[in-house]
Nanobody, 122 residues
Framework: QVHLVESGGGLVQAGGSLRLSCAAS????????VGWFRRAPGKEREFVAD????????DYADSVKGRFIISRDNGQDTVYLQMNSLKPEDTAVYYC???????????????WGQGTQVTVSS
């Protein structure tokens, strides 16, 4: 079992940056793959970025590649999403998620945070 809490969202102008944090509490966070997802108004939830348990392997959606960076600090049980060169189309509620222990980034995400709102003004 793991509990996830996102923070760091807010209102930013296009071209600006934000760093989202996802703090985990519970067991075995360092063995879980983690991901960031987002849901824009009127749209389906979509994948943004993920990281394997060590942070040594990451993947990004094409729409954010080169602008967003996912990282994790297993000593602090926290995963981050650094978002640069933000665009209005990045406006969404951002969620972090975690797999069961030893789960793959392409597998099932069983644990979800409550989300944090990111709004990018033009």
């Amino acid at each position: 079992q793991v509990h996830l809490v996102e923070s760091g969202g807010g209102l930013v102008q296009a071209g600006g940056s934000l760093r989202l944090s996802c703090a985990a509490s519970g067991r075995a966070f360092s063995t879980r793959s983690v991901g960031w997802f987002r849901r824009a108004p009127g749209k389906e939830r979509e994948f943004v970025a993920d990281s394997n348990w060590s942070g040594g392997r990451t993947d990004y959606a094409d729409s954010v590649k080169g602008r967003f960076i996912i990282s994790r600090d297993n000593g602090q049980d926290t995963v981050y999403l650094q978002m640069n060169s933000l665009k209005p189309e990045d406006t969404a509620v951002y969620y972090c998620a975690a797999t069961p222990p030893y789960g793959s980034t392409s597998g099932r995400y069983d644990y979800w945070g409550q989300g944090t709102q990111v709004t990018v003004s033009s």
